[in-house]
C-alpha cells in the first residue's frame, strides 16, 4: 500500500515570499504520479501541477515548481512570489501508472496561509 | 463548460437516518470517483466507477455505505443508518478515461455530512 506524509500542518508567509511544502511518500511501484491540489476554504480541489515518476526533469506551471527526488521518495512543492489568493489547503498526493484510472492517495494536507 | 456538481451541498441528519448525496460529472468523464474527507485530513478514496460500472469499493468503510451509477453519467452515494463517525465533507471526482497519460481528476464541491 501507498502512504502520503506531510508533515507541516501549518506554514504561514508573507505575501510575495517563496514557501516550500515537503512530501514524502513510501512505495514499491517504480512508475507512477504525483500530484499537489489545492483546496481554498470554499473546498473546491484543484489541481497544482503533476508530475510524472518517469520524468526527471522537475514539473513547472507559472509560479508554481516541485523538486522531485525519487530516490528519497520526496515530491516537494515551491510557490514563488506569494499572493493572497494561494491562501489554501494544499494536498500532496499519489496515484499508480497502470492503465485506466486510478484513485488517489492523499497527505493529511498542509494549511497555508499568505498574509498581507 | 460545467464542472462537477454535488448536492446537496450541506446535510444534516440525526443518529439512524438514511441519507443519499448526488454527484453530476463533468460530460463526457467516464471514470468516476467518491473519497471522504474528515475534519482536518486528507481526503480518502471511498469508490470508483467506469461508466455504469462500480470496480472498486475497497474503500467503502462498511456495509451501510453504498453507491450506484445505473446510467454511467450521475452517482448517488447513500448511507443507511448514520452514525456520527460518518460526518465528513463527501468529495465527488471525475476523469475523462482517454488513451495514454495520466487522467486528472476534477473535483466538485463535496457534501458537508453532519451526523447529530
Known amino acids: 500500500a501507498q502512504t502520503v506524509t506531510q508533515s507541516q500542518p501549518e506554514m504561514s508567509v508573507q505575501e510575495a515570499e517563496t514557501v516550500t511544502l515537503s512530501c514524502t511518500y513510501d512505495t514499491s511501484e517504480s512508475n507512477y504520479y504525483l500530484f499537489w491540489y489545492k483546496q481554498p476554504p470554499s473546498r473546491q480541489m484543484i489541481l497544482v501541477i503533476r508530475?510524472?515518476?518517469?520524468?526527471?526533469q522537475n514539473a513547472t506551471e507559472n509560479r508554481f515548481s516541485v523538486n522531485f527526488q525519487k530516490a528519497a521518495k520526496s515530491f516537494s512543492l515551491k510557490i514563488s512570489d506569494s499572493q493572497l489568493g494561494d491562501t489554501a489547503m494544499y494536498f500532496c498526493a499519489f496515484m499508480k501508472h497502470e492503465q485506466g484510472a486510478q484513485k488517489l492517495v492523499f497527505g493529511q494536507g498542509t494549511r497555508l496561509t499568505i498574509n498581507p | 463548460g460545467a464542472g462537477v456538481s454535488q448536492s446537496p451541498r450541506y446535510k444534516v441528519a440525526k443518529r439512524g437516518q438514511d441519507v443519499a448525496l448526488r454527484c453530476d460529472p463533468i460530460s463526457g468523464h467516464v471514470s468516476l470517483f467518491w473519497y471522504q474527507q474528515a475534519l482536518g485530513q486528507g481526503p480518502e478514496f471511498l469508490t470508483y466507477?467506469?461508466?455504469?460500472?462500480?470496480?472498486?469499493k475497497s474503500g467503502l468503510p462498511s456495509d451501510r455505505f453504498f453507491a450506484e451509477r445505473p446510467e454511467g453519467s450521475v452517482s448517488t452515494l447513500k448511507i443507511q443508518r448514520t452514525q456520527q463517525e460518518d460526518s465528513a465533507v463527501y468529495l465527488c471526482?471525475?476523469?475523462?478515461?482517454?488513451?495514454?497519460?495520466?487522467?486528472?481528476?476534477?473535483f466538485g464541491p463535496g457534501t458537508r455530512l453532519l451526523v447529530l
Open positions: 471526482a471525475s476523469s475523462f478515461l482517454g488513451s495514454g497519460g495520466v487522467e486528472t481528476q476534477y
Open positions: 466507477f467506469q461508466n455504469e460500472a462500480q470496480l472498486d
Open positions: 508530475q510524472e515518476a518517469y520524468k526527471q
